[in-house]
């Protein structure tokens, strides 16, 4: 994925949209161990969204975040262009992804907006390269 930046933000609307979409995926989370559930809502350019949750596994390491759950369905169904994210968690303050999920993103979306929200609402608006500044890409191979 080219490490471009995408034109335009999207606008107050459909980031809301995406996370109230991110906020319904979070529901569906298969979290009993951490009990920390997480919901994405990921955005093409021409408007598909496709959403994921985090999935926990009783080894750990087999758990996969929502950020990635997202953008594999995507990708699987054929889909790519990618535009914003958005992330909704029950924490003090918007989570921000993973390292792993920032570079799954930057592989596979580029330099996309990375939309944070909390359950009570407060947000963080950040493009992927702010989140990942120095990322390792096809421009170290």
């Known amino acids: 994925m080219s490490p471009t930046r995408p034109k335009r933000r999207p606008s107050r609307t459909i980031l809301a949209e995406m996370a109230r979409l991110a906020g319904e995926a979070r529901g569906r989370a298969h979290a009993p161990y951490s009990k920390f559930r997480v919901g994405a809502a990921l955005k093409t350019r021409t408007g598909e969204i496709v959403t994921g949750c985090n999935i926990e596994n009783a080894s750990y390491g087999l758990s996969m975040c929502a950020e990635r759950v997202a953008v594999f369905k ?13 992330v909704v968690a029950d924490a003090r303050r918007p989570t921000a992804p993973c390292g792993p999920c920032r570079q799954i993103l930057w592989e596979f979306c580029g330099n996309i ?23 390792f890409d096809q421009r170290n191979l």
């Open 113 to 135: 907006v990375v939309h944070m929200v909390d359950l009570k609402g407060r947000s963080r608006t950040l493009r992927l390269s702010e989140l990942l500044p120095l990322p």
């Open 74 to 86: 995507a990708v699987s169904e054929g889909l790519s262009g990618f535009e914003a994210i958005s």
